[in-house]
C-alpha cells in the first residue's frame, strides 16, 4: 500500500519513522507496521511481542534497558504526546552515552525506532497519553536495568512543562548515574 518515510537521527541506528496516512471523508488509514516496507527502509528486525501503556502528564518512565536479552524497540503514541528519548549505551560507540529525543504524539504519527543495547524513556506532555511498542525479545523482569533519569553526565533536556509535576516509579527514583553503570559493567566482566 505505502512506503514508510525514515529519518537518520545523528546516532547511528536511531531511526524516526512517518508512516503514509491515507485521509478521506471518513477519516484515515494507514499502516501502522509492514514488515516488507521496514525491511526496505534498513529496519528487518522481527518482533514478537506488543506493549501498551497509560500515563497522564507529568509520568516520566524511564530510562530502561534490558541487561542480557536487550530488545531492539519500535514505539509510537496512539493517544496524546510524549517526549521519547534513546541513550546510546552500546560498547565501542564513537556516540556512547549520547541521547536523542523525538516528539511523539497521535497526531503526527511518527514512530520511533530504538536498537538493541539502548537505555529508553519518555515523558508525558499531553494530559493522558496511550503509548505503544513492538519489541523484538520477549520481557525479563530480573534483567532490567537503568539510568538515573536526569544524570548531568547524559544530559538529557527534557521538555518539562512550567508547573509540571513529574511523576516517577519509586524504581526510578533510584537508578544510578552513567558512571556507576559503567564501574559495574566492569566489575561484571572482570568477575566472569
Not at 516520566?60 to 546510546?88: C, I, M, S, T, Y
Not at 503526527?108 to 515523558?123: D, E, M, R, S, V
Request: hydrophobic share 35%; glycine share 10%.
Amino acid at each position: 500500500m505505502g512506503k514508510i518515510e525514515v529519518e537518520t537521527c545523528g546516532i547511528e541506528g536511531l531511526k524516526v519513522i512517518t508512516p503514509k496516512v491515507f485521509p478521506d471523508a471518513r477519516g484515515y488509514f494507514m499502516e501502522t507496521y509492514n514488515y516488507n516496507d521496514f525491511k526496505e527502509a534498513g529496519i528487518p528486525e522481527v518482533f514478537v511481542q506488543d506493549n501498551q501503556s497509560a500515563s497522564r502528564r507529568g509520568v516520566l518512565r524511564g530510562l530502561h534497558f534490558q541487561k542480557h536479552f536487550p530488545q531492539d524497540k519500535l514505539v509510537r503514541v496512539v493517544n496524546g504526546e510524549v517526549f521519547d528519548v534513546a541513550v546510546d549505551l552500546r560498547e565501542g560507540s564513537s556516540t556512547f552515552g549520547k541521547w536523542f529525543g523525538v516528539l511523539l504524539t497521535a497526531e503526527n504519527k511518527k514512530q520511533f525506532f530504538i536498537p538493541k543495547n539502548f537505555a529508553h524513556g519518555f515523558l508525558v506532555l499531553s494530559d493522558y497519553a496511550e503509548f505503544c511498542y513492538k519489541v523484538t525479545d520477549f520481557y525479563h523482569p530480573n534483567d532490567e536495568g537503568g539510568l538515573m533519569w536526569n544524570d548531568p553526565e547524559i544530559g538529557v533536556e527534557w521538555p518539562i512543562p512550567e508547573g509540571c509535576e513529574l511523576i516517577l516509579s519509586d524504581r526510578d527514583t533510584k537508578w544510578s548515574g552513567l558512571g556507576t553503570y559503567l564501574a559495574q559493567k566492569k566489575q561484571e566482566g572482570s568477575n566472569r
